[in-house]
């Protein structure tokens, strides 16, 4: 889709993109690298210095090296050649100098000083002049006439950065000095790095650290050669290669500086873009880093909406489901509905953990907001949700303080964050259970009053015994077996006719079992998997089978039927006869009291039709055990599938304490979440005080409690729940209730109202003190907590709007900045910010600067803090500009420890 750029009018197309950067990346320097120059590097026969400088810069190239640094020995020479050949290849030229400075009586050791390439090699010499060199230039017996200390400080003066070349050497501050004098050497404020040396790292630890070229990188006869160049150096993480951006790497090497060179190929989910279309960010896009992403800006400019946007276009908004979070959820909606409009769209690029790349579109119209997935390779369309491609860890502080509060929320919110993946009951077993709701309440209800219902057929039985005594005759009797042998065959057309219902429903049953699939189009190893194909063949062919025996059965009970009813209609001429010689008799024997008939013909069918109803019901009491014994199986199923969850929380919780610290502990409470049985109690409205609700939820089960209601047993429930036998009356008649439905929603509160698991997270603030629950913290030490935990695990992307927002200065440090300097190069972070500890501390590799006019917000410049357009900005949002800025350097010193 096109995106509007047209509010970004500050500044022209060329302009813009010379001002925008993508963020840091890693790139390969050698920052100790001799040439001709030096006594020490061995030149061909007939290589010329111009040849030599070619090869360097041409090996350099071919080596994937961005930057090297020309040091030789007390020289200048060898550097204007170099960078006139680097010109237009994209190797970057660092003018230096590798120092000798008088080592007392060791003799000489080693100084370097690295420049800006826009210096050259003018500054080399004029620093050389200011140290008033001894001897021969090029040569390692060449030396300044000042202390090392002198040196390293006119490095930094003269606007170099001061480095200790190979410190194990007899060259090196090591090697080559000891005791005080080398002490001296490494307390100096100007000393910037040191090459990496194995034997001397407790001395170095405070310096920036890397691997040259120049360690031991010679030929056989003690020479340095061009192939040196590179073997076994550093990678140094920049925006763009400058002198900037590797004094931002000696300032911060742990996260600036790989010194072995290599770094994991782990792929990773990760957001690469978003773009909107409508709204107060119209024609915005934003270019993610894979690492750690700052949004700055002023207040109003859209940065919340960018992590708005984000969730809404991931769909992954604050969930309907918990109600805790309903006033999130409502202010989300607002944002969507006042910031995007009716049609904005938000359109966001993506991998997923296989390193695939999505784009998602999703439009904003107010209802069901629909959604367009397509897989970028391929440009096919994904039925998959997005939440499902890529979950964030997403939230605002004003979440974390009401999911904190909440049980549910809380233990919904840490299941996601640690991917807890244990299915739990599945629709397939709550089916069954819905199912057996109906049968179980069906024989429940049958066997209600079976006994009042027999007792009231006897005695339909002996007042119509007493009125054919007085008519009794053969004629009578006849009549009598007449009107039974009828009643007998519209019982067997019944019978067939439930048969046959009973034969749809199962055929219609047959869809509602799920067996497992591979789509054709499956390229998965479940495709080609002999097993697993032949499962699927064995489920098709006994859905065929099961499919087509039922349709036959079905057929020949409907053949079947229909010869019932041909019986009953050629014994309808019988049954006609016998009627009108009964009535013959009647009228013979002159009983013709209408009243005497009709209330026999009445007391018949009253009969008839209640034995039969008694019939059925006692039919289907009989099933009652062996319906509950299913249904104890139910639970059963449904019981294990919750400790699995439980077991699988255990694990996850377990690891998720282990890697956030020792501050924290994440723990499950089995069941200790009551609030749905107990609101289900207060629903009902049944009359009873809420202390005896609670008595109840505390000490019956839900499964005891349904069967001591089905029961009508309240003397019982009064016993186990500690309360009068008058409340537990009114509760078993309130659940009870008198409405058909009533035992079917009573059961299923065996499977809908079970006490939940609640993940507990215990904080410990400081050192050796006592774990507390979190929702009894302070609103800082919640937001610390949750913001650890989303920190502590995994490598789905993380995406908080101001998370330093009710952290204290050092909880930022500690418990954000910390843990997201390590993970960064292995996990995506997207932060809105106004802390500079959090941003700048935490080292950013991509700030995106947003602004705002009349129009809307747009962005401004986006890259790594080394760049000149992105640098000044940090200061104006994160510092308050440039005079707080200098104020609070100056006011501070250079004596902070």
């Not at 090699?121 to 017996?141: C, F, N, R, V």
């Not at 089978?545 to 009813?565: D, I, K, T, W």
């Not at 047993?713 to 016993?719: E, T, Y």
């Not at 995406?799 to 995506?828: C, H, M, N, T, Y």
Request: glycine share 8%.
């Amino acid at each position: 889709m096109a995106v509007n750029h047209g509010r970004e009018r500050d500044m022209t197309g060329h302009e813009r993109s010379l001002a925008m950067g993508t963020g840091l990346r890693w790139v390969r320097m050698d920052l100790h690298v001799h040439t001709w120059a030096s006594a020490c590097f061995r030149r061909e026969g007939g290589a010329t210095e111009r040849s030599v400088a070619a090869a360097i810069v041409e090996h350099c190239v071919d080596s994937d090296i961005a930057a090297i640094a020309v040091t030789d020995h007390n020289t200048a020479a060898g550097i204007h050649l170099v960078d006139e050949a680097a010109r237009g290849t994209g190797l970057t030229v660092f003018p230096g100098v590798e120092i000798s400075v008088p080592a007392g009586k060791k003799g000489l050791f080693h100084i370097i000083g690295i420049f800006a390439p826009e210096f050259g090699h003018l500054a080399i010499e004029a620093l050389l002049q200011k140290l008033d060199m001894e001897g021969e230039p090029g040569s390692e017996t060449s030396y300044c006439d000042k202390t090392p200390r002198v040196t390293i400080e006119t490095i930094a003066d003269k606007g170099g950065l001061a480095v200790l070349p190979h410190p194990d050497s007899n060259q090196g501050i090591c090697g080559g000095a000891r005791g005080k004098f080398r002490d001296d050497v490494l307390q100096s404020r100007a000393l910037k790095a040191a090459e990496y040396a194995e034997k001397s790292r407790e001395y170095l630890e405070h310096l920036a650290t890397y691997r040259a070229s120049d360690g031991g990188a010679t030929d056989a006869n003690g020479k340095h050669t061009v192939d040196a160049i590179g073997k076994g150096c550093s990678l140094f993480k920049v925006e763009e290669v400058s002198f900037e951006a590797l004094r931002q790497c000696f300032a911060d090497p742990r996260t600036r500086i790989r010194v072995d060179g290599e770094l994991p190929r782990t792929a990773y989910p990760r957001i690469e873009r978003i773009e909107v279309a409508g709204g107060f960010l119209d024609g915005l896009t934003v270019e993610f880093h894979e690492g750690l992403n700052a949004i700055i800006g002023g207040k109003g400019v859209g940065k919340s909406l960018v992590v708005e946007f984000l969730r809404f276009g991931l769909c992954q908004e604050p969930t309907h489901a918990q109600a805790a979070l309903r006033p999130v959820r409502e202010d989300h909606q607002r944002k969507l509905e006042r910031r995007l409009g009716l049609g904005g769209m938000v359109i966001v690029d993506f991998r997923d953990r296989l390193g695939d790349r999505y784009r998602v579109t999703r439009t904003y119209d107010g209802d069901s907001n629909p959604v367009e997935t397509v897989n970028v390779e391929t440009s096919e369309s994904i039925s998959t949700s997005p939440a499902a491609l890529l979950p964030l860890v997403a939230f605002s502080q004003r979440e974390v303080i009401l999911t904190v509060e909440d049980d549910a929320s809380r233990t919904a919110w840490l299941d996601n964050l640690c991917a807890v993946d244990a299915p739990g009951p599945t629709a397939e077993l709550l089916s069954r259970f819905r199912q057996s709701d109906t049968q179980l309440a069906a024989a429940l209800r049958a066997r209600e009053g079976l006994e009042e219902d027999e007792s009231r057929i006897k005695q339909l039985g002996e007042r119509l015994e007493s009125i054919r005594q007085a008519t009794d005759s053969p004629v009578v009797r006849a009549m009598a077996w007449a009107n039974k042998k009828r009643a007998m065959i519209d019982d067997a057309i019944r019978y067939h006719e439930n048969v046959i219902d009973a034969l749809r429903a199962a055929i219609a049953g047959l869809d509602s079992y799920a067996w497992p699939t591979v789509p054709a189009d499956d390229s998965t190893e479940a495709a080609n998997d002999d097993a697993i194909r032949r499962c699927v063949e064995l489920c098709e062919r006994t859905s065929g089978e099961y499919g087509r025996v039922l349709a036959e059965l079905s057929a020949q009970v409907q053949n079947s039927l229909g010869e019932v009813r041909a019986i009953r209609g050629e014994y309808e001429a019988e049954y006609v006869t016998a009627q009108q010689a009964h009535a013959a008799e009647m009228r013979e024997l002159q009983i013709d009291d209408a009243n005497l008939r009709a209330e026999q013909v009445k007391l018949e069918k009253q009969l008839a039709e209640e034995t039969r109803a008694v019939a059925d019901r006692r039919k289907a009491s009989e099933r009652l055990p062996t319906l509950q014994a299913e249904r104890r199986a139910l639970l059963g199923e449904w019981h294990r599938a919750d400790e699995a969850v439980s077991a699988a929380r255990e694990e996850r919780f377990a690891a998720l304490t282990k890697s956030s610290g020792l501050g924290l502990k994440v723990e499950v409470r089995r069941g200790a979440n009551m609030e749905t049985y107990l609101q289900a109690l207060v629903d009902a409205r049944t009359g009873c005080r809420g202390d005896a609700l609670q008595a109840v939820v505390d000490r019956v089960g839900v499964s005891r409690l349904v069967s001591l209601v089905i029961e009508q047993d309240s003397v019982a429930l009064g016993d186990l729940a500690q309360i009068t036998h008058g409340q537990a009356e009114r509760l078993v008649l309130g659940l009870a209730g008198d409405d058909r439905v009533a035992i079917e929603k009573l059961l299923s509160w065996e499977y809908t109202h079970v006490p939940r698991d609640v993940a507990m997270v215990l904080y410990r603030a400081g050192t050796g003190g006592e774990f507390r629950a979190i929702h009894a913290l302070s609103v800082g030490q919640k937001c610390s907590a949750l913001t650890i935990l989303a920190l502590a695990d995994g490598t789905d992307p993380v995406v908080i709007d101001q998370p330093e927002d009710s952290l204290d200065i050092r909880g930022v440090w500690d418990d954000i900045v910390g843990p997201v300097r390590d993970a960064k190069e292995a996990r995506q972070f997207v932060f809105t910010t106004h802390n500079s500890t959090l941003a700048v501390a935490g080292d950013a590799d991509n700030y995106v600067v947003l602004v705002a006019d009349e129009d809307g917000g747009h962005l401004s410049t986006a890259g790594a803090l080394e760049l000149p357009s992105v640098r000044p900005e940090i200061v104006r949002h994160l510092e308050g500009g440039p005079e707080p800025y200098k104020l609070k350097r100056a006011k501070y010193g250079n004596d902070v420890e």
